[in-house]
């Protein structure tokens, strides 16, 4: 499943009429900040030792001359099975690109990626801070699709598959559901990032 979910976003991010294309001349012209619940589907072999408990995403992104790029934190906690080892709360902070193609009606796919510093904290008094406080390079493949509800509002779903390059490394399925909000950048904000 995983090579048909990468071969749909490679796919999407080559072909196809893209949104993006239409605001690559008006970079920075406006700014979509997302706020969303993210249910971890599949935690690959940690699922053994430990079980995704809640989680959230949010980010805020802008048109750029070639897609879309944005600066967000993914937050989640992961509470133990087993006795003696400790629950982790993990933090990706990430920069992302994304580009879009606009299907019918208001609603819309993107495909792109996401790149940053996955960040563990052991709940373990034992540790030092230096060993309960882990950062590993990350890599999510997203997909996203996304309506309207009203102009500046949309409501939206994004599956991704993340991998954390720990030695053996972490291969994550996750899914979010959350809203956007979407409003034009003062002119000031415009001068300052062209």
Known sequence: ???????????????????AQEKSTNAFSEFTIEAGYTNNLSSGDIEEYWESGNAAAFSISTPFYFGTVGIGIDASIFESKLKGRPD???????????????????????????V????MLFDDNNLTEFESN????????????????????????RPEFLTVFTNKRLKLFIITAGLSYTFNSPQWIRDILE
Request: net charge neutral.
């Open 116 to 119: 940053g510093s996955y960040n």
């Open 1 to 19: 499943m995983r090579n048909y979910f990468f071969a749909i976003v490679v796919i999407l991010i080559i072909t196809g009429h893209y949104h």
């Open 88 to 114: 982790f709360k993990t933090f990706f902070i990430n920069l992302s690109w994304m580009k879009g193609i606009r299907l019918l009606g208001f609603s819309q796919l993107n495909a792109g990626v996401k």
């Open 134 to 157: 882990e950062s590993e390079l990350a890599v999510s493949a997203i997909a996203q699709y996304d309506t309207e509800v009203v102009e500046e509002l949309r409501i939206y779903l």
